[in-house]
């Protein structure tokens, strides 16, 4: 039987090894080159896919990280920053995830163009962010976007409106991957085009990439030469995710023979995120885990928030000299996320994926720093961009902050039905954004619009069936007037 499967296993990589060599005769021009570097990683990826057997992890091995590795940020900001924090800050270059479309929440193009908040989109707050820090130190602190074939296009062409911006903007393509047949194993594309019916038979691999892309790309040697030693990843849907000077000024002063070359943002567990990467001990290591990698008979417990407590903001900071030695040794170690999709004709189809944190593992004398919430404020959904375009929140500068007003320091949980999905339809329901101070929860499940000068007050001290009660009321005044 084991030597059936491994005649099996070779007839598949050598039938996807010539599918990939005739997808290659269909390119144009540069696209040939660029094409091969990513189908070498993307051989390396199926490769190993083809022979991984059973979980990832052995349950009994795994152990809560000790206390020296996962260091509280409060101990952290009490250390005076130095007045070489200038030095340090043009030692750093701010990377952002922007892959993603829009289309989630009713839009076309990159995600990062959406108004969440003065008609500032997600690109303009990390712009004015990144420029106030620039103007404020005297710095030159750089931002790199990782696109994606998706992205790419669209974001080169708004990026110009930033020119007179004290900002050095640089992007770099992640990897374009063919979606494998399900059945066959064997590439959905025909050809090596991205546009119309060929659209579907491509994706970009998860952000576990940026390794190999960043590196493929040239622009990591770029940096390194210009002096830069870290850099900062974060989603740019994150708008909690800005430049930290207390954590960088941590990872600046790490001993000379314990030099830090990862540091992992994790912040406390609550009911919504139990689904989230956590932090543990393995094999002497500091790994992530995520929940597909969790044995079906410990996903429970795996979703405990009093036995898994942190889970990953994905704000990381990585050594730019790492990278580059773990990627020339081959050393970059991620596990594979297989992502079931089905496509709109109704063709079963995997895409094999990484995700960045879970390489932590291979970096030397990683750090968890437990950060507050604050620092993960993520917009997947029309829910997450009510409370951001809020009076909860005050802008500064292209950064948000928690309004001092509210009593208590944890958003509302808000949960909008399917009606407010679409951006568009959000806004159409919405004819100012409510007072939300003092609103503990809030659910709509019906389709509501929202007057003027609406104020939702909900005491988080009271108890549920008061809470459930008090909305209620307001819903009859919102709808009855």
Known sequence: MAEFQEKLRLQHETSMHKELEKLLTTAKGAEQEIS?????????????????????????????????????????????????????????????????????????????????????????LTVHQIEHLNKTFNVDVPLVLMNSFNTDEDTKKIL?????????????????????????????????????????????????????SFYNSGLL????????????????????????????????????????????????KTRADVKGGTLIQYDDKLRLLEIAQVPKAHVDEFKSVTKFKIFNTNNLWISLAAIKRLHEQNAMDMEIIVNPKTLDGGLN??????????????????????????RFLPVKTSSDLLL????????????LTMSKKREFPSTPHVKLGSSFTKVHDFLMRFESIPDMLELDHLTVSGDVTFGKNVSLKVKASYPKWFLLHSIYLEYRKLILG
């Open 221 to 268: 040697d770029q940096l390194i030469t210009a002096g830069k030693e870290y850099i900062f990843v974060s989603n740019i849907d994150n708008l909690g995710a800005t430049v930290d000077l207390f954590i960088l000024n941590h990872l600046m002063t790490q001993p000379k023979d314990k030099r830090c070359e990862f540091i992992m943002e994790v912040t406390d």
């Open 160 to 212: 110009q409106k930033y020119t007179h911006h004290r900002v050095h903007i640089h992007t770099f393509n992640q990897s374009r991957y063919p979606r494998i047949n399900k059945e066959s194993l064997l590439p959905v594309a025909k050809d090596l085009g991205v546009h119309g019916d060929h659209g579907d038979a491509w994706y970009p691999p998860g952000h576990g990439d940026i390794y190999a």
């Open 36 to 124: 091969k570097k990513d189908f070498e990683g993307f051989k390396n990826l199926f490769h190993r896919f083809l022979q991984v057997k059973g979980p990832s992890v052995k349950w009994d091995k795994i152990h809560k990280p000790p206390e020296d590795l996962i260091h509280p940020y409060d101990k952290i900001k009490a250390q005076v920053l130095p007045d070489s924090v200038a030095a340090s800050l043009n030692k750093l270059v701010v990377v952002k995830l922007n892959g993603g479309l829009g289309t989630s929440m009713g839009c076309k193009g990159p995600k990062s163009v959406i108004s969440v908040r003065n008609e500032n989109t997600f690109l303009d």
């Open 388 to 399: 951001v375009m809020s009076n909860l929140y005050s802008l500064d500068a292209g950064s």
């Open 349 to 374: 189809v995997i895409q094999l994926e990484t995700a960045v944190g879970a390489a932590i593992k291979a970096f030397d004398n990683a750090l968890g720093v437990n950060v507050p919430r604050s």
